[in-house]
């Protein structure tokens, strides 16, 4: 089935199309995007594998993130969608709902005041697009121990003050 060849001229005849292709065939624009992403990692897949392969994440890291530089929350935005979809996909539908309630969170937190940014993305869940051998743990830890390092720069770098004498 041709996607947009009767889709009309224009935003609104694709629309339109894209919402009848999902109300009649529900699943057939995930499959869409799911086959263009498989083509897009491995051009030999054609055909091959799952049906509904959990590639969301992966696709993104891979062949979106390494050629597109995005910036953080919109990198953030389809981090939290590929990584639910993905476990969607794999059948979890209550890890997929974690990672975009955690999400929810953290933006009310930030928006609402109830945290400063740094604060609030620590509600998250989602995974850094890098691709690194570090595992979360680590990359945390390092994090931790640098900030500790300035903390006590800073504290040293103070100048000491010495108690005033008075002299009588």
Same mark, same amino acid.
């Given at each position: 089935?041709?996607?947009?060849?009767?889709?009309?001229?224009?935003a609104i005849g694709?629309?339109?199309?894209?919402e009848r292709v999902?109300?009649?065939?529900?699943?057939?624009?995930?499959?869409?995007?799911?086959?263009?992403m498989q083509r897009?990692?491995?051009?030999?897949?054609?055909?091959?594998?799952?049906?509904?392969?959990?590639?969301?994440?992966?696709?993104?890291?891979? $062949? #979106?993130? &390494?050629? +597109?530089? @995005?910036? *953080?929350?919109?990198?953030?935005? !389809?981090?939290?969608? $590929? #990584?639910? &979809?993905? +476990?969607? @996909?794999? *059948?979890?539908?209550?890890?997929? !709902?974690?990672?975009? $309630?955690?999400?929810?969170?953290?933006?009310?937190?930030?928006?609402?005041?109830?945290?400063?940014?740094?604060? $609030?993305?620590?509600?998250?869940?989602?995974?850094?697009?890098?691709?690194?051998?570090?595992?979360?743990?680590?990359?945390?830890?390092?994090?931790?121990?640098?900030?500790?390092?300035?903390?006590?720069?800073?504290?040293?770098?103070?100048?000491?003050?010495?108690?005033?004498?008075?002299?009588?």
């Amino acid at each position: 089935m041709e996607l947009f060849g009767s889709a009309g001229r224009g935003a609104i005849g694709l629309s339109s199309k894209l919402e009848r292709v999902a109300a009649r065939r529900p699943g057939k624009l995930l499959q869409f995007t799911l086959d263009a992403m498989q083509r897009s990692l491995t051009p030999d897949s054609e055909g091959k594998g799952d049906r509904r392969p959990p590639i969301m994440f992966q696709y993104l890291q891979q $062949a #979106l993130g &390494s050629r +597109h530089r @995005l910036d *953080g929350r919109n990198q953030k935005e !389809l981090a939290t969608i $590929a #990584l639910a &979809s993905d +476990h969607i @996909l794999r *059948g979890n539908l209550e890890r997929g !709902l974690d990672v975009l $309630a955690q999400r929810f969170k953290r933006i009310e937190a930030q928006a609402t005041g109830v945290m400063d940014g740094a604060t $609030a993305e620590r509600l998250e869940i989602t995974p850094r697009l890098e691709v690194s051998s570090l595992s979360p743990e680590e990359r945390e830890e390092a994090v931790d121990l640098e900030r500790r390092w300035q903390r006590y720069q800073r504290r040293d770098a103070r100048p000491s003050r010495s108690p005033s004498r008075a002299h009588h």
